[in-house]
């Protein structure tokens, strides 16, 4: 009874390819988030969507492109793939009354 | 600049001893602060929050954070440390833009 999935877990791939994963809750929440994760640990937002709406965008390379299909699911898609793209990627959503965001498991990204 | 500071790497506490991990903030005014645990290979969950009210806050597995709005910190506590509570703590703060700015984690250990 998951509440916040993501697909793959895990996603190896070569530079210069594309590739996406996939994110669905079923808090029914109306907002959701993609962060990066770094191999610091380091956590950074990259993107958030109220209701299908972009609310957030950080200053991300436009080769990463977010989907939002519906209130449910947040994809993200990644064009041209790059060794520094490597990282654990987290979606996560939120209720807005109570901004507690309830995260994935990551998907963890390696470029070779 | 909104930032988050967590002024310790590492933690490393006695089991039975208290603990706390240390959380300040940039900005003063009313922004919500929240506390995340993530495990080895696990998305993050939350701990607890401040929005308003009581300085002292109580979350998930006994722990606690108190607020204090002259120093803008937030402050991680348990009275009695457990070897299970080791594991990667994140403060986060919502200065009010609707995202959440993480600090760079602690690393909590708990010596048996």
């Known amino acids: 009874d998951t509440a916040v999935s993501q697909t793959p877990k895990y996603l190896v791939t070569q530079m210069g390819n594309d590739k996406s994963i996939k994110c669905e809750q079923n808090?029914?929440?109306?907002?959701m988030y993609w962060y990066k994760q770094d191999s610091k640990k380091f956590l950074k937002i990259m993107f958030s969507y109220n209701n299908k709406e972009l609310i957030i965008n950080e200053t991300v390379p436009n080769r990463f492109s977010p989907k939002s299909p519906d209130k449910a699911h947040l994809n993200l898609h990644i064009n041209s793939l790059e060794l520094g793209d490597s990282a654990v990627y987290f979606c996560a959503s939120s209720p807005l009354a109570t901004r507690e965001q309830y995260f994935g498991p990551g998907t963890r990204l390696t470029v070779t | 600049a909104q930032s988050v500071a967590q002024p310790e790497d590492q933690v490393n506490v006695a089991e039975g001893n208290p603990l706390t991990v240390k959380c300040t903030y940039s900005v003063s005014g009313n922004p919500y602060l929240f506390w995340y645990v993530q495990y080895p290979n696990r998305g993050l969950q939350f701990l607890l929050k401040?929005?308003?009210?009581?300085?002292l806050v109580k979350g998930s597995y006994g722990f606690e954070a108190e607020f204090n709005k002259s120093q803008t910190s937030f402050h991680l506590k348990k009275p009695s440390a457990l070897v299970s509570d080791s594991a990667l703590y994140f403060c986060a703060v919502d200065f009010g833009n609707e995202k959440l700015t993480f600090g760079t984690g602690t690393r909590l250990t708990i010596i048996p």
């Open positions: 808090l029914g929440h109306d907002t």
């Open positions: 401040y929005i308003t009210g009581d300085n």
